[in-house]
């Protein structure tokens, strides 16, 4: 069984500070996907990243993709109340089936 | 574009009923759309893949006889959950998939249905 573990679960910072939540298996993946939730909506979806290393930039977010594709990193520079929500990576083994990280829940506080 | 919708956005069942939950594509064909559900604070988890044509593919653990999967349309997807039990109260969120040729591999969520089980 695949398993995506997200570390930090929870996050709670001030307004401005920076920080990085990631998403680690032991497994290979073909694609990985980033996504953020607001309670009671579906997941929105950041960015995909396919390439080992790669590196996307999205304003004040950045994401990596690991070498070995088993791993990726989402940092935030200068948090805002408005990043505030749940963030999951979601992995596809090849499958084109995404099997979903156990989740990070930010806080920014004004 | 890409835009995913449901129905309904919330449903209050008494138990032992079953209930539908639709999922649609609004603007482009998926021949694959995926089922999953979230408990509060919890992650989701894949219940299963729908194929349009053809039988669903449950995951692991997933009741099929429970949770009855009907891909009729390219732009439609139906979830229904039979003799519902409080235990199912969820989040139930559905994503579909644009086939190859229509711009990628990626999914396209809808906005949930939060079903309670009374």
């Known amino acids: 069984t695949q398993l995506l573990e997200q570390s930090p679960q929870f996050l709670s910072i001030q307004e401005g500070e920076n920080l990085t939540v990631y998403c680690n298996s032991s497994s290979v993946f073909s694609s990985l996907q980033w996504y953020r939730q607001e309670p009671g909506e579906g997941p929105v979806l950041l960015v995909t990243?396919?390439?080992?290393?790669e590196v996307k930039k999205l304003k004040r977010l950045t994401f990596q993709f690991g070498d070995a594709r088993k791993d990726s990193s989402l940092h935030i520079t200068a948090a805002q109340p408005g990043d505030t929500g749940l963030y999951l990576c979601?992995?596809?083994?090849?499958?084109?089936?995404?099997?979903f990280g156990t989740g990070t829940r930010l806080k920014v506080l004004a | 574009g890409a835009v995913v919708s449901q129905h309904p956005s919330w449903v209050i069942c008494k138990s032992g009923t079953s209930v539908k939950i639709e999922c649609r594509s609004l603007d482009f064909q998926a021949t694959t759309m995926f089922w999953y559900r979230q408990f509060p604070k919890q992650s989701l988890m894949l219940m299963a893949t729908s194929n349009e044509g053809s039988k669903a593919t449950y995951e692991q653990g997933v009741e099929k006889d429970k949770f009855l999967i009907n891909h009729a349309s390219l732009t439609l997807s139906t979830l229904t959950v039979t003799s519902a039990h409080p235990e199912d109260s969820s989040f139930y969120i559905c994503?579909?998939?644009?086939?190859?040729?229509?711009?990628?591999?990626?999914?396209?969520f809808g906005p949930g249905t939060r079903l309670t089980v009374t």
């Open positions: 990243v396919v390439t080992g290393g």
């Open positions: 994503s579909a998939r644009a086939p190859p040729g229509q711009g990628s591999y990626e999914q396209y």
């Open positions: 979601a992995g596809d083994s090849g499958t084109y089936k995404y099997i």
